[in-house]
């Protein structure tokens, strides 16, 4: 494997690189490909990504949510920052686009095809592209952090790269899709295939915002009317939804929601994990139960669980954060 760096957009000032957040991007697997788990080689891929404080042999990698992105600037303000878990003032904070992601790094449209699909990835081949970037950043360990389906690739992580990872922290995710989850992404690709072009994508935001939050949640939130006759959660919805529209790619939206359906390690898997894992669960998550979370956990044979007690659900982690940015500073420090 070869990596080349493109030129990027702006120059990094090395005195306050937090400050001055720049997306690079890097083209990998120049010479020899990756071998897809599907069987299937890709060359050329194109990792999009951003850094943050000086560079280290030991970083820490942060993995994105599904519609996420590699500006953790700009989605996690609570826990990037000087004092804060992922500090640049010590840390060599990491954060890369997924592969089959729409935010500058090889997507959909550029995998191979099958049956005039794009190719499936897996959470283990996103892994696989982002131990290729940290050879090339020079990067020997890694502190991995994760949520969401950011916390399921810390989990691919810790299966494919355990000479890379020296621990871990995984917020509201599972080790492997629950049925439920499988069958509300299951019925969010129906939503797009029925409707392709923005409207399906639209309906699937809608579906996934419901399992974001919790009933109490948007009972504070969004109890009574917005405008005459509408209620506030339709429309709440209905600006959620055309949110995403604007800002994601139904192609992506599929080939992720799907790697996340398709990864079932096994307990025999798991328990071979020996580095140090800090799993997170949301009380009040629907989307992925905290008994899921913690039971999944126990599973581990370096684990400690921790429960963030917030009304807004799975979503908490991003809206309602409280004191989960210490714990994961003082765990990932340690
Ligand atoms: C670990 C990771 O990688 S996470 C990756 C990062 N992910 C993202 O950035 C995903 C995108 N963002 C989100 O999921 C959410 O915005 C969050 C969780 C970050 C923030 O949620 P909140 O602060 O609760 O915002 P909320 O979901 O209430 O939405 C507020 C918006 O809805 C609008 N709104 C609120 N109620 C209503 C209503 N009844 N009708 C219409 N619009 C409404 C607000 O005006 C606001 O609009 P704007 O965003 O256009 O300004
Ligand atoms: N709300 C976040 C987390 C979902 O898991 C997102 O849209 O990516």
């Not at 940290?134 to 950011?150: P, T, Y």
């Not at 009933?215 to 209620?231: H, I, W, Y």
């Not at 008994?291 to 979503?315: F, R």
């Amino acid at each position: 494997m070869t990596a080349v760096t493109q030129t990027p957009s702006a120059p990094i000032p090395p005195a306050e690189p937090e400050r001055c957040p720049v997306k690079k991007t890097m083209t990998l697997f120049r010479d020899v490909p990756l071998l897809l788990d599907c069987g299937l080689p890709l060359s050329n891929v194109r990792v999009a990504y951003h850094a943050y404080g000086e560079a280290q042999e030991n970083a820490v990698l942060v993995l994105h949510a599904l519609t996420g992105n590699s500006a953790v600037h700009e989605w996690w303000p609570d826990f990037l920052g000087a004092g804060k878990p992922l500090d640049p003032t010590s840390d060599y904070v990491v954060c890369a686009n997924v592969l089959g992601g729409c935010a500058g790094s090889t997507g959909p449209a550029e995998l191979p095809e099958v049956n005039g699909q794009p190719a499936p990835i897996t959470l283990r081949d996103m892994a696989r592209v982002g131990r290729a970037l940290l050879e090339h950043l020079n990067v020997k360990k890694v502190r991995v952090i994760g949520a969401s389906m950011g916390g399921m690739l810390a989990y691919a992580w810790l299966l494919e790269c355990p000479d890379l990872v020296e621990r871990a922290v995984i917020i509201g995710a599972p080790t492997r899709h629950s049925p439920w989850a499988i069958g509300l992404n299951t019925a969010a690709r129906s939503a797009i295939k029925a409707a392709p072009g923005g409207e399906g994508l639209k309906v699937a935001r809608q579906i996934a915002m419901l399992s974001y939050r919790s009933p109490e949640s948007f009972a504070l939130t969004q109890s009574g009317f917005r405008r005459s006759g509408v209620p506030a959660i339709s429309s709440y919805l209905e600006h959620q939804g055309e949110k995403l529209v604007a800002r994601f790619c139904e192609r992506t939206y599929c080939t992720l929601t799907a790697a996340m359906d398709a990864f079932q390690p096994s307990d025999y898997e798991l328990r071979n994990v020996t580095a140090p894992v800090l799993c997170i669960g949301i009380s009040s998550d629907v989307l992925y139960p905290a008994v899921e979370v913690k039971a999944q956990a126990a599973v581990l044979p370096n684990s400690t669980y921790w429960e963030l007690n917030s009304i807004h659900g799975h979503d908490a982690f991003l809206m309602d954060a409280q004191d989960l940015p210490e714990r994961v500073r003082a765990f990932l420090h340690s």
